[in-house]
């Protein structure tokens, strides 16, 4: 099988967000990557674990109708493992590859588009901000102070679909598990998982918090090398669009069997940061231990509770740009060019919004972004677009 390669607009070494034919990441790229026979479909696997969690199961008792009971023997279920794929790689959100709705997140329309280059496409800010809102986007986390290590068990050797898996030091040092490794036969049950990892990831309400548990050196049968793994390491952008500060999430794949892909990606971000007078800055580090680039803050975690309006505010942007519409990024661009709080208060006041709900101090622009994301949040919206008229119209 071919490397995919890294870097996107790099002189010698091409960054892949997606192949040219259909300009999108989708279930065919997923799967291309299979190594030999015998793998089970990430997709089933998901599928599986989802069902024990959920809570639309048909009531037997009263045809028609559903009730809210997960199987109440959802978690230490044991499965067994036949060709799956290890790697140190870990969705930004475990499986939210494989829920309804995220296939067409990953439908990045031609507009977002920033260029081409040897084959491969280069997305804009907002186009790679929809592609990992679908589940793109990988982090890499240091192992536990007790050696544990939190993985990804794919059966497409791609990290961003497969099944997060804690595995014991002992398991990893006695089968020399490392990227790549491939486990031909093993079992492995299915827990909740440990707060301290847990954090790291945000909390979804379709998607299970749990994870694998490889931790019996002898529920291992048999381990091969060689395969190749698919990751999307990502970050979280701050820039400027002009005259208006905005974050976007940025990615890029990799094939972590290439002997240099993490010189490549380092070099792919920086050029990304730059491009088209963004003057960009990085708020994390995809691999927490050993970052590939400059960043803000230490862990997802840190990140989410110092930059929650922001989070929320690309998450709103991604939403507009599925309908093809600007309404969310107008209104931040707009309040972003007021002359000062004093302005922002009174556009506030006048949409119905009390101003000690969303502001916190600082620059104009973070406050924009805090009084946009508080209007959406509260049903405000046409209020604060009604005010913002109405002040342009003074």
Known sequence: MQSAKVGEALANYSLADTPLAEGQIGEEEARAPAYGSGFYDDQEIWRDLLRLHSHTRLDEGRPGRRTSSPDPNRWDTVSTLYKVAVSEWVARVPGLYWLPGSQR??????????SKSDGWLTYTPRGKSQTVSGGVGTLKLSPSESGYRLATLTASCNASTGVPALISPDVW???????????????TRWRAMPLQWAAQFPIMQQLPRGC????????????????????????????WDGPVRLFDFVYATADTRDEGFRADLSRFFEAYRLANDREGNYLTAADIAEPMWD???????????????????IERRVEDTIRGIDFTEVLVKRLSQAAGLTDLKRIS?????????????????DEATRLVEYAISSGKQQALLYSLQYEDGL
């Open 173 to 187: 040092d006695h089968h020399r598990l490392r990227e790549g490794s491939v486990i031909v036969c093993g079992a």
């Open 212 to 239: 694998l548990v490889l931790d019996n050196v002898e529920n291992v049968l048999d381990v091969e090398d060689g395969a190749p793994i698919q990751a999307h390491p990502f970050s979280i952008m701050e820039y």
């Open 349 to 365: 006041a006048n949409a119905g919004i009390e101003w000690r709900r969303w502001s916190q101090g600082g620059a104009i622009g």
């Open 295 to 313: 960043a803000e803050f230490t862990s997802p975690e840190s990140l989410r509770r110092d930059q929650r309006a922001q989070l929320r505010l």
């Open 105 to 114: 997140m990953r439908t990045v329309h031609p507009s977002q588009i920033e």
